[in-house]
Structures are given as C-alpha cells and as structure tokens.
C-alpha cells in the first residue's frame, strides 16, 4: 500500500508529494481492480462447476427413479392383465361399475 513519502522535513506536504500520493493510490487501485477480477473468475468457475455436478446427479437420479417407474408399471400391468385371464367375469362386472360411476359423476355437473 501506498505510504507518504517523508521529505526529512516536519513542514507540509508538498504539491508534488500530494501527486505522488495520489499516482501510488491509483496504482493500488488499479491492483485491487486486477485482484478482485481475478477472484470473482475464479469463484464463477468454481460456482459453474458445482452447478454442472449438481445437474449431473439430478439427472442420473431422475433417470433411477424413472427406470423404477417404468418396471413398476409394467409389473402393475402384468399382474392385471395375469387378474383379467384369470377372472374375466369379474373384471367385466369392475369395468362396467367403474363405467358407471364415471358416468354418474359427468352426469352431476
């Protein structure tokens, strides 16, 4: 940092001295500028890297539970239609009570 030159006198600073001052504050200005720029970069790659792994776990982890998804549907639906062969009477007699409490409902609006 900038420090105030002594001039080995106790008198007032000098115009000089004052313009000497003020070039080594622009200076550590201008070093602070540099310094902090090259933080924030640094920080937003750090911040852009964390995102992308936080996108790639969400995504592995939606596709997980998708796959989950996608067997029990299709063991939902094998138990079904193993139910229908087996007790077609009584799938017909579901199917037509759930037909009709369907309509039912639509016919109440």
């Not at 000098?14 to 602070?32: G, H, N, P, R, V």
């Not at 640094?42 to 996608?70: D, F, H, I, V, Y």
């Amino acid at each position: 940092m900038a420090r105030a030159a002594k001039n080995g006198s106790k008198s007032d600073p000098t115009t000089a001295d004052l313009q000497a001052q003020m070039e080594a504050l622009k200076s550590d200005i201008a070093d602070l500028g540099e310094i902090l720029g090259a933080y924030g970069r640094s920080k937003g790659e750090e911040l852009k890297e964390a995102a992308r792994n936080g996108t790639r776990n969400l995504r592995a982890r939606g596709e997980e539970s998708m796959g989950r998804a996608q067997e029990s549907a299709t063991t939902a639906y094998h138990q079904a239609e193993n139910s229908v062969r087996q007790n077609p009477a009584a799938a017909v007699g579901f199917a037509a009570a759930a037909g009709f409490v369907v309509g039912m409902l639509a016919s109440r609006r």
